[in-house]
């Protein structure tokens, strides 16, 4: 499976980007997807996941500003971030990883699949 992130860039605060996640290589569809992201000097973090059949998840601190949606024709993930803000500025990762449940969406260990990362930087 390969994953393959876009849609970064640098914007000003209270401004929106879209990032994608395009995946090749599935056997099928039933790929939990998430989106990660690290920062200079820190830990990578969880931002947002999708299950198969549409459940979402969100980070405290995104969950009003930013969406996570799927394509499952052709496997693409989106994160729809609104209103960014400086601390969003960090390296953007997408994940996978098959049928994973709610508990463990939000744990990086538990994806076996990670695309490069796309930069966003948002500056005030």
């Known amino acids: 499976v390969l994953l393959q992130a876009s849609g970064g860039g640098s914007v000003q605060a209270g401004e929106s980007l879209r990032l994608s996640c395009a995946a090749s290589?599935?056997?099928?569809?039933?790929?939990?997807m998430g989106w990660f992201r690290q920062s200079p000097g820190k830990e990578r973090e969880f931002v947002a996941a999708?299950?198969?059949?549409?459940?979402?998840f969100y980070t405290e601190s995104v969950e009003d500003r930013f969406t996570i949606s799927r394509y499952n024709a052709n496997l693409m993930v989106f994160l729809q971030m609104n209103n960014l803000k400086t601390e969003d500025t960090a390296v953007y990762y997408c994940?996978?990883?098959?049928?994973?449940?709610?508990?463990?969406?939000?744990?990086?260990?538990?994806?076996?699949?990670w695309g490069k990362g796309t930069l966003v930087t948002v500056s005030s």
């Open positions: 999708i299950t198969w059949s549409g459940d979402t």
């Open positions: 994940a996978a990883n098959v049928n994973l449940g709610a508990g463990a969406l939000g744990i990086s260990t538990y994806y076996d699949y």
């Open positions: 290589g599935c056997t099928n569809w039933r790929y939990s």
